[in-house]
């Protein structure tokens, strides 16, 4: 293959995602042309991302030393110092970039992540909403907060919302131990409903209720979760429906409020149910007992699940695998939630990961003061929910999900 052929096949990897591919491609060009900085540049990308951080550390330094002035050198070595923890010198690759680029808008993000985790929080929302005044692809972070000004301000808030109206409510015979609650609108449940609930009649035990929270539903909707939930054989499960009248039918902002609804009922459910919650996205299936992510959470008040590598504030706590134990401490953590979605859906214009900037937002907040005790929930416990992702349907097709979806 011929060089030409080659960079422009490393590059289509790259793109799509394919790193070892990449990898492959990337240095058999440099064995070709050792000085190609553009390859160096795009193979230390593809270590990264395949964890091999120090490694492309070592392919970005030579780069930069030599060229100062060549920006994604600069940028990726940035990226590269913060995931190892190594805020100044992370610091200094990106104010080398803003100062060939001011009005990088990745780059104010960048600098912003780099002084939130370092703990500098007023500077830290300055350069976000610089990123969010250069590029509309940065709006998320109008809406990170992290100043106990803000935290005193939502603390508050109104008093919780009323309950969602209870529908369905099969108890079991042999008591509640924990808890499964998914929310969506009926397009989710008839796309994904009958594959997560037979997966949750195998996994869910005896004891554990699987309450299916349905947004704007009507009752064609309302029949169909209730025949699904009896379909599944599961011990025991709940129904309940909500609806929103404040945003148009189809609108960014309604489907931002489908992610963020049943963040604003924890509080009330945990008061209610007294014994842990796990919530889950319906697009899910379950792939072991429900007991083993209660266990990955141990006593702790909350399990989240922190993305790796992390990428930025709005990213790292995955909203679609949590646990949250009816502690004082949990339930004072989901108020907070509650009322940080509520300040910005009561402005009019909240932003896609609304919830993911709540649930982290506020916990980082908190651990200035008698904060919520948080277990890590780790890769191989979360592995256990094999997610599909709406944008994701070709993941339909795993085994791992349709063998549950086989028996719609």
Not at 82 to 97: C, D, I, N
Not at 133 to 155: N, Q
Not at 348 to 371: K, V
Request: hydrophobic share 45%.
């Amino acid at each position: 293959m011929s060089i030409p052929d080659t960079r422009r096949e490393g590059a289509a990897h790259l793109a799509a995602r394919r790193y070892p591919e990449a990898e492959r491609c990337l240095r058999e060009l440099l064995a070709a042309e050792p000085a190609d900085y553009h390859a160096q540049n795009d193979l230390a990308v593809a270590l990264h991302e395949q964890g091999r951080v120090d490694e492309a550390v070592a392919i970005l330094r030579p780069v930069t030393a030599e060229r100062p002035d060549f920006a994604p050198a600069q940028f990726n070595l940035g990226r590269a110092y913060l995931e190892r923890g190594e805020f100044a010198p992370a610091l200094a690759s990106f104010e080398e970039v803003l100062c060939r680029n001011p009005s990088d808008a990745d780059t104010f993000a960048m600098i912003g992540t780099a002084l939130e985790r370092r703990g500098e929080f007023n500077e830290a929302e300055e350069y976000f909403a610089e990123a969010a005044r250069f590029s509309p692809a940065y709006a998320v972070t109008e809406m990170l907060r992290f100043s106990s000004g803000f935290l005193d301000e939502i603390s508050q808030a109104a008093p919780p919302p009323r309950p969602p109206r209870p529908v369905l409510d099969a108890p079991s015979p042999h008591g509640r131990e924990a808890v499964v609650l998914v929310s969506c609108d009926p397009r989710y449940l008839h796309k994904y409903g009958e594959a997560f609930l037979e997966s949750c009649g195998q996994a869910a035990g005896p004891g554990v209720l699987v309450h299916v929270h349905l947004l704007d539903p009507d009752q064609h909707a309302l029949d169909a979760a209730k025949t699904m939930l009896e379909r599944a054989g599961l011990a025991c499960h709940g129904l309940s429906a909500e609806s929103n009248h404040d945003f148009p039918a189809g609108s960014a902002e309604r489907r931002i409020w489908y992610t963020c609804a049943r963040f604003r009922h924890v509080e009330g459910w945990l008061a209610a149910y007294r014994v842990p919650i796990v919530l889950l996205d319906i697009d899910a299936a379950l792939q072991a007992p429900i007991s083993l992510l209660l266990d990955a959470a141990g006593g702790a008040d909350l399990g989240l699940f922190l993305r790796h590598p992390r990428r930025a504030p709005w990213l790292d706590v995955v909203a679609n695998t949590l646990v949250a134990r009816p502690t004082a401490r949990a339930v004072e953590y989901f108020r907070l939630v509650r009322s940080y979605i509520d300040y910005f859906i009561a402005r009019g214009r909240p932003r896609w990961h609304l919830d993911q900037c709540a649930l982290y937002c506020t916990l980082r907040m908190l651990q200035a003061r008698d904060g919520p005790e948080v277990a890590w929930i780790t890769e191989a416990a979360r592995a256990n929910v094999y997610h599909v992702g709406n944008q994701h349907d070709s993941r339909m097709a795993d085994p791992r999900y349709a063998r549950f979806a086989a028996h719609r």
